[in-house]
């Protein structure tokens, strides 16, 4: 193929991935999706903008006093909302009051917000005495019943409106400076800031450029749940008659006004009790849409949290009749996609997978590939939002994982298909003791008691070869190296006799030494448990050490599958050659180690035809276009290429 050729291959997806790409959800969007949030802004809104408006709206003097209209009830001629018992119009009163109101919870807010954020900031990044000076000077603040607290500042400072802002900021104070403080002390320990402390950053730079911009979202939810709080003060202080002064009118004074009249005229305490009532609650719920609106996962484009299954929307449904010789697991057809905004990621395309009893399939690919997604799915743990499974079938045994009920699911997982993730310290919990976390799987699916799951657990240990198993249950995952880890994850992929184990990338993060030990115990293990293994990597090192079947994948497909010694011997995709050309032989020192160009396409934005044509050597101009089918090259051997490796007539370029 030319140069000319070559370029444009790789230029059309990548203008065709320019035009299709569409922005992630906005800001408006992700919060108009909450509409509890929505009603809460839209009344919040309202109300900022009638109380904004007071000045020039047609409202009667609020503090004018017309005895001969006193306790006029709602809805009267020329007082909408009545009046009150010295004739002032209720209404008035109500939007100046709510104007009053809204001030002081804002203000307050805002000084307790800074002056807090700013104390648990210097705290948590300087530690030592800085810390302990300004904390314990926070655990005095606190020590006092807050209201107390603030009643004594006001009458030290004596009553009035801005003094009672004045105490309920001081008192909201530690509030935002514990929060910030432990959010602080753990980013300042982490790598980037030790990176910008390298880079010659000054303490006040590293504190406001790299730590501030990590706490801010936590400091904006917490103040847009604050405010609903402060304005509830406020109106405690003014009930109490230390807030606003006559004939100044705020929320909490209209109300204390009315308690004395709560009974011969209730609505002059009930309408500015019901205004406090709706402005604190639509505060709340636009604080919790705020809230969402940070969470870096609705950012990304999942307009809602995720849920305990992946969601399953299938267009059409493979035969579920049909099942593969001896197969305990057999998945055609799956496809699964992510719905990022308004862009469509086809994260697996219709994949065919086939595990026996008592065999390892290897899944190999690139990273992106879809390797993880595809095995993710089979149980239903990829998240939804923002991914879904709209096609396929996985059979285990003659039941359709994909038709099943949601507590059918559960109890599959963990008994009858188990998981081995990659990282083993993020998969146990730091809290528990690996014991009480094997007791747990254990119990989870067996009727066991305490004691005879402990005996089962350090028989497991023991079976996964760990040294002192009894004394082993009462460690925690961070007093145990990664092999030990491992291996406990695969003891609890165990403890069930699951009929499929998914080993999704085990050993990548293990050293050679112990990547050895872990894939001679999944050999060993599934020779004497009889258990399907389906084993992901990227290294085709580790496939031929364990696997007897290999799948390659790429860009969402199977493109060659067949037995490990064939695929080995004679790869038949190029891009199953490239992945063999880059794993380094030991004894072979003149073996060159190839490179695959170039970068895997964006799954929202496929070429047509082979998906790898933009990075083949031996692509042809038919290689791009239509859909290119799976070919056989023997029993359970195929390759989807049309020009395979070794074919006459297919020469390199």
């Not at 697991?329 to 219709?350: H, M, P, Q, W």
């Not at 879904?388 to 559960?410: H, K, N, P, Q, Y």
Request: aromatic share 4%; glycine share 10%.
């Amino acid at each position: 193929m030319s140069d000319q050729a070559a370029v444009s291959t790789g230029q059309q997806p990548e203008k065709r991935r320019k035009k299709d790409r569409k922005g992630r959800p906005s800001v408006l969007r992700l919060l108009l999706n909450n509409q509890l949030a929505t009603a809460g802004l839209v009344i919040f809104s309202l109300i900022v903008l009638v109380a904004a408006l007071a000045p020039i709206l047609p409202l009667p003097d609020p503090d004018a006093t017309a005895p001969a209209d006193r306790l006029q009830p709602l809805f009267s001629a020329g007082h909408l909302l009545g009046t009150d018992a010295l004739g002032r119009d209720i209404l008035s009163r109500l939007i100046w009051g709510a104007r009053v109101s809204l001030a002081v919870g804002i203000s307050a807010t805002l000084i307790a917000a800074f002056f807090g954020s700013l104390i648990g900031l210097l705290a948590g990044y300087a530690g030592g005495r800085t810390d302990t000076l300004l904390m314990r000077g926070i655990d005095m603040v606190m020590a006092f019943p807050y209201i107390l607290l603030a009643l004594a500042i006001v009458a030290v400072l004596g009553p009035g409106l801005l003094n009672a802002l004045y105490a309920i900021a001081v008192v909201n104070v530690p509030f935002f400076a514990r929060n910030i403080r432990g959010i602080a002390l753990g980013l300042s320990r982490r790598e980037f800031v030790d990176a910008a402390r390298l880079s010659g950053k000054s303490h006040a730079q590293i504190l406001f450029g790299e730590v501030l911009p990590n706490v801010l979202p936590v400091i904006i939810i917490t103040m847009s749940t604050t405010i609903g709080w402060m304005i509830l003060e406020t109106a405690g202080l003014s009930f109490l008659g230390l807030g606003a002064q006559p004939p100044q009118a705020d929320l909490g004074s209209m109300l204390g006004e009315g308690r004395k009249i709560l009974f011969t005229a209730p609505h002059v305490s009930i309408v500015p009790g019901l205004m406090i009532f709706v402005l604190v609650m639509s505060i709340n719920l636009l604080g919790d849409g705020v809230r969402d609106i940070l969470d870096p996962r609705l950012k990304s484009g999942s307009l809602t949290r995720p849920t305990a299954r992946t969601a399953v929307e299938r267009k059409s449904v493979p035969a579920t009749d049909v099942r593969g010789e001896d197969a305990v697991l057999d998945v055609r057809g799956l496809k699964t996609e992510f719905e990022i905004g308004s862009s469509v990621y086809r994260a697996v395309g219709g994949v065919d997978l086939k595990i026996r009893k008592g065999e390892c399939l290897g899944l190999v690919g690139e990273s992106g590939s879809g390797k993880s997604v595809s095995a993710m799915s089979i149980m239903g743990l990829v998240p939804t939002p923002p991914g879904r499974i709209v096609g396929g079938v996985a059979m285990l045994g003659d039941e359709d994982l994909f038709s099943a009920s949601d507590e059918r699911i559960r109890q599959l997982r963990g008994g009858a298909v188990s998981h081995v993730f990659q990282d083993p310290l993020s998969t146990l919990h730091p809290l528990y003791t690996v014991g009480d976390q094997l007791i747990e799987a254990i119990r989870a699916h067996q009727p066991l008691s305490h004691a005879s799951a402990r005996q089962r657990a350090a028989e497991l240990l023991a079976t996964v070869r760990i040294p002192n198993p009894e004394e082993r249950l009462n460690a925690y995952p961070h007093e145990l190296s990664g092999g030990m880890r491992q291996r406990i994850c695969i003891a609890m992929a165990l403890a069930n006799a699951a009929d499929v184990i998914i080993a999704d990338e085990p050993t990548t993060a293990l050293d050679v030494t112990v990547q050895a030990q872990v894939l001679s115990l999944l050999a060993a293990l599934r020779r004497d448990h009889d258990t399907g293994i389906l084993f992901i990597t990227h290294d085709f090192g580790v496939v031929s050490a364990i696997c007897d079947r290999v799948a390659v994948m790429y860009a969402g497909k199977i493109v060659e599958t067949g037995t490990t010694e064939e695929i080995l011997a004679d790869p038949k995709h190029p891009y199953t050659g490239k992945l063999i050309d880059c794993v380094p032989v030991l004894g072979q020192p003149e073996r060159r180690l190839d490179a695959i160009e170039g970068r895997p396409p964006v799954v929202n934005a496929l070429p047509p035809g082979c998906a790898f044509a933009p990075r083949c050597p031996r692509a042809q101009p038919d290689c791009l276009q239509g859909e290119i089918a799976m070919r056989d090259f023997g029993p359970e051997r195929g390759a989807r290429c049309l020009h395979p490796l070794g074919e006459e007539g297919s020469a390199d370029v």
